[in-house]
C-alpha cells in the first residue's frame, strides 16, 4: 500500500525558534511537493523537489528531498506567527496523481 | 481564468439526493484533477482529465461518484444517492501535465464543501 506520512501532525511552536517536519514515504516517486492550507483555503503550491538531494529555500522555510532514504524535510528557520498553517507534503506518482501525507499544522505563538 | 474556479463553494443536501459539483479550470491547462478531502485529512485522489478523457478514475470510491468533461474545459463530478459518508471537501486542480524539468504543479481551487445530512 502506498502510504505517505508525516510527522508531527500537530507542532505548537514559539517565534523564533527552529523545527522540522518529516515526511516518509514508500512508493519510489521522485517527484515530491509541498503544499500549504489556511484554514478554510485551498491549497498553495510551496515547493517542487524533482530529485535526489534537492534543496530549495524560499524565505524561512527550506525543504529537502533524500530518494534513498524516501524522506523529506521542511525546516522552519526562526518561525513567525505567518506562518501559522497546516503543510502537506505530497508524491506524485503518475502524472499528477498525487498521494498526500495526514498534513502537519503548525500553530507559531507570539 | 487566473485561477480554478468552483462552485458551489458549500452544499447542504440531504441523503439520496443527487448532487453536481462543476470546475473551471485555468484557461489553457489540459489536464484536471479531482480530489476529495475529508476533516482533518490530507486530500485524495478521485479521478483526472487529459483532455475530454478521463485517464485515471481510479480513486472514485464506487459507482455513485461520475465525472464529465465534455469540451477538455469545464468539468462536472456528479454524485448520485448521496450518503452521509460523502460529506468532504471536493477539490479540483488543473495543470499544464508539461514534465519539462519534470515538474507537474497543480493548481487547486477553493473547493465544494459538501454536508450531507
Known amino acids: 500500500e502506498l502510504k505517505v506520512e508525516q510527522n508531527p501532525l500537530f507542532l505548537s511552536m514559539q517565534e523564533g525558534k527552529n523545527y522540522t517536519i518529516y515526511c516518509n514515504y514508500s512508493t519510489t516517486s521522485d517527484r515530491l511537493y509541498w503544499y500549504r492550507q489556511d484554514p478554510g483555503k485551498s491549497l498553495e503550491s510551496l515547493f517542487v523537489?524533482?530529485?535526489?538531494?534537492a534543496v530549495k529555500q524560499e524565505g524561512r522555510l527550506m525543504a529537502s528531498l533524500d530518494t534513498k532514504a524516501r524522506l523529506s524535510t521542511l525546516h522552519i528557520t526562526a518561525a513567525v506567527h505567518d506562518l501559522s498553517a497546516t503543510y502537506f507534503c505530497?508524491?506524485?506518482?503518475?502524472?499528477?496523481?498525487?498521494?498526500f501525507g495526514q498534513g502537519t499544522t503548525l500553530q507559531v505563538k507570539p | 481564468g487566473a485561477g480554478v474556479s468552483q462552485t458551489p463553494s458549500n452544499k447542504v443536501t440531504e441523503k439520496g439526493k443527487y448532487v453536481e459539483l462543476r470546475c473551471d479550470p485555468i484557461?489553457?491547462?489540459?489536464?484536471l484533477y479531482w480530489y476529495r478531502q475529508s476533516l482533518g485529512q490530507g486530500p485524495e485522489f478521485l479521478i483526472y482529465?487529459?483532455?475530454?478523457?478521463?485517464?485515471?478514475d481510479s480513486g472514485l470510491p464506487n459507482d455513485r461518484f461520475f465525472a464529465v468533461r465534455p469540451e477538455g474545459s469545464v468539468s462536472t463530478l456528479k454524485i448520485q444517492r448521496t450518503e452521509r459518508g460523502d460529506s468532504a471537501v471536493y477539490l479540483c486542480?488543473?495543470?499544464?501535465?508539461?514534465?519539462?524539468?519534470?515538474?507537474?504543479?497543480?493548481?487547486f481551487g477553493a473547493g465544494s464543501r459538501l454536508t450531507v445530512l
Open positions: 505530497a508524491v506524485d506518482i503518475d502524472t499528477g496523481k498525487l498521494i
Open positions: 482529465f487529459q483532455g475530454t478523457g478521463a485517464a485515471d
Open positions: 484557461s489553457g491547462h489540459t489536464a
Open positions: 523537489l524533482l530529485s535526489n538531494g
Open positions: 486542480a488543473s495543470s499544464l501535465l508539461s514534465l519539462v524539468g519534470g515538474a507537474n504543479v497543480l493548481t
